[in-house]
């Protein structure tokens, strides 16, 4: 981890190729140094024993890390000896990738800590970041995504406040793994083009590889296998062109993978057979029974039986020497299917009993380990919360010389804090009292508001109990075909009027600030067809023309029990204001964002001086005009809150003795 290309690189699926070749890459001469350190030990100076060992220890990092932190440690103890604080660096954070990748993550956060306490000690930014990044590799796996996130953005910030464009490029990288490991996809592709910008800026051609297999991981994550192989193609140019064995396996595999899950057999058994050659070639083993495994998988859908038994007996060779009873498992379960395929019954039978005693044994070994994790980030965290309480308490010796100026300072602050908070109480009270005020409108302005509400339902019921008096009165001297024809009215006229009632309670609801706001689509020819209905009998009681100038149907996006209410409100207006066999006339016409509905009528109109308190609150609005009806103008309030609610407008039009004209503006997408 010490190593930034390793960071670099979290690959999907296929992730123990990166973990393996990189060590195995350097193998020959790292023997061969060996060889020196043992045999010239004597002849080398301090220095030049302390740069094989760190050099031994980053190499063994992965393939041997027991063997890394012996060297690491003799190394600590050659720097301590020549108090040099950038070797002890290098070695705690080895000492911690070794223990790292044994998988004893208490014993590497504990020697990252000491890491970092060494470069906070001597202000060297870069090396921070680097710890940084070390705990939350540690911390990702541990689940602990918290602090894993705030260790990044500590990496981050740190790199940015020197302008080390090297490390900034590294941390949006490790932020974009971290995001993808947690399947935020947008976050992480962000991250991860941030670090390729930064990447091609410094030339980093490893960078830019990472980068590219990195946004591969997360449209693999996304399910969007063409651009994953894209992606992951780039990265394989570039690791080709870097003569790297270790990565191009890796990615080999990753291509491998989309190949397959795109069923494109052929290419998945090409690029799984390339990694594969390269592994072996290099002798590196972890792993390597679950690639070939693929392989076997492979050849049991191209029906060449033979050859999926070949390379599942050498699959079960790895696993088994590897010591992964992971693997061992699933390579008996897939033995006992490619049996039973083959009528081969009785194997087919011995390996799913070795199948299903290994799947209990491993359940019993996960199970441990579950519970031994949760006790290593229990015990982590509590050492990460001791580690943070010891260097706060660092700080406070640290700057004790301070303290008559810090109490100084302390009681000057608290001063004006006192005062700072009587000016608040003084501000807040003004604002108590500001808001009284403002309460008490509200409520005045609610009890007009449902005055107007009584009006819009006296009107139907007006008429409903005319007609059903008539019906009473007259019932013996009507003919039947009369009778059936009041009493649908009735009916009619009932039902609409109980739909106006609820959405009058709605209303209600409104006033006391939690009426629901649910725009969708909406036809507003029907919303204007319901509104006539409703309010048929008062036309046809004044004789009223109605005509609809609808030439075909009209969607908008908004919330149609308020559409409705505005519609019904400036109808029921123009019926009032305009006298017996007059003429209404509704409109629609539209543009590229709005449908345009008009209400035009052939009332007493409004002269420009009326027209100037409508919509006002407080405005006496039955002044307006000169019928013998008369109204508060709440209800056009109410419709200019509506359709301003649902980034509408709203228009008026309208000269004394000829006539009124009300224009609503609604939007016809979310969009508009």
């Known amino acids: ?108 956060i504990k020697f990252y800590l000491k890491a970092l306490e060494i470069n906070e000690e001597i202000d060297d930014k870069a090396g921070v970041t680097n710890s940084y990044n070390n705990l939350s590799e540690v911390y990702k796996f541990l689940k602990n995504f918290e602090l894993a996130e705030e260790y990044l953005k500590k990496s981050l910030t740190i790199a940015k406040s020197v302008s080390d464009n090297g490390q900034i490029q590294v941390a949006y990288n490790n932020l974009g793994n971290y995001y993808c490991q947690l399947y935020k996809n947008e976050l992480a592709i962000e991250n991860f083009q941030l670090s390729l910008e930064f990447s091609i800026q410094n030339g980093d051609t490893i960078g830019i590889a990472a980068c590219y297999n990195n946004i591969g991981n997360v449209y693999k994550n996304i399910g969007n296998n063409p651009e994953a192989l894209k992606y992951y193609l780039k990265a394989n140019d570039y690791f080709i062109l870097m003569n790297d064995p270790f990565y191009t396996s890796g990615s080999y595999g990753n291509i491998a993978v989309i190949y397959s899950a795109m069923n494109d057999e052929e290419n998945a058994l090409k690029y799984f057979s390339k990694s594969y050659e390269i592994k072996k070639n290099l002798g590196f083993t972890r792993g390597i029974s679950k690639l070939i495994c693929n392989i076997a998988q492979l050849y049991y859908m191209k029906n060449e039986f033979e050859k999926s038994v070949q390379y599942l007996d050498t699959a079960l060779l790895y696993a088994k020497e590897t010591n992964s009873p992971e693997n061992i498992y699933k390579i008996y379960y897939y033995f006992s299917v490619l049996y039973n395929d083959a009528k081969e019954f009785e194997l087919a039978l011995k390996y799913h009993k070795l199948f299903t005693a290994k799947k209990d044994s491993l359940f019993t070994i996960e199970s441990s380990k579950k519970i031994a994790d949760m006790q290593v980030k229990y015990d982590t965290q509590k050492k990460e919360k001791e580690n943070e309480l010891l260097r706060k308490e660092s700080q406070i010796q640290k700057h004790y010389r301070n303290f008559l100026i810090l109490s100084t300072l302390l009681i000057l602050i608290i001063a004006i804090i006192t005062f700072n908070r009587y000016l608040l109480k003084k501000r807040t009270n003004k604002l108590l009292s500001e808001k009284k005020q403002e309460l008490e409108i509200l409520i005045a302005t609610k009890d007009k508001f449902f005055s107007i509400i009584a009006h819009d339902l006296k009107n139907p019921f007006g008429t409903l109990l005319s007609v059903s008096e008539l ?17 649908n009215t009735i009916n009619n006229s009932a039902n609409l009027t109980h739909n106006l009632l609820e959405n009058l309670l709605h209303w209600s609801i409104s006033q006391r600030g939690t009426m629901p706001f649910n725009p969708s689509e ?84 409004m002269s420009q001086q009326d027209l100037q308190k409508l919509f006002k609150i407080e405005v006496k609005n039955s002044s307006i005009g000169k019928s013998k009806e008369k109204g508060t103008g709440l209800g056009l309030i109410l419709c200019k809150e509506f359709i301003t609610k649902n980034n509408g407008k709203i228009q008026v039009e309208s000269q004394p003795n000829v006539g009124s004209k009300f224009t609503v503006s609604i939007p016809k997408s979310r969009k508009s």
């Not at 017996?580 to 409109?587: E, L």
């Open 1 to 108: 981890m010490i190593n930034n290309f390793l960071k670099y690189l979290v690959i999907a699926f296929f992730i123990f190729f990166c973990q393996f070749s990189i060590a195995q890459k350097t193998a020959n001469t790292d023997s061969i140094n060996s060889n020196i350190l043992e045999t010239k030990s004597d002849e080398l100076s301090d220095k030049e024993k302390l740069e094989l060992l760190n050099s031994f220890s980053q190499r063994f990092s992965l393939m041997k890390p027991t063997q890394m932190i012996e060297y690491a440690k003799e190394a600590l103890k050659i720097s301590q000896k020549l108090e040099n604080k950038k070797g002890e660096i290098i070695a705690y954070n080895n000492i911690g990738d070794g223990y790292y990748n044994l998988n004893e993550y208490e014993d590497a």
């Open 471 to 487: 019906l009473a009165n007259n019932y013996s001297e009507l003919s039947d075909e009369h009778k059936i024809k009041i009493i």
């Open 522 to 605: 909406i036809s507003i020819n029907e919303v204007i067809s319901d509104t006539c209905s409703l309010l048929q009998l008062n036309l046809e009681k004044k004789n009223l023309t109605l005509s609809k100038h609808l030439t075909k149907t009209h969607i908008s996006f908004a919330d149609r029990n308020m559409i409705a209410t505005v519609f019904r409100n400036i109808l029921s207006n123009a019926i009032k204001f305009t006298p017996d066999n007059g003429n209404i006339s509704i409109f629609i016409k539209e543009n590229n964002e709005f449908n345009l509905i008009s209400i035009e009528d052939t009332g007493i109109g």
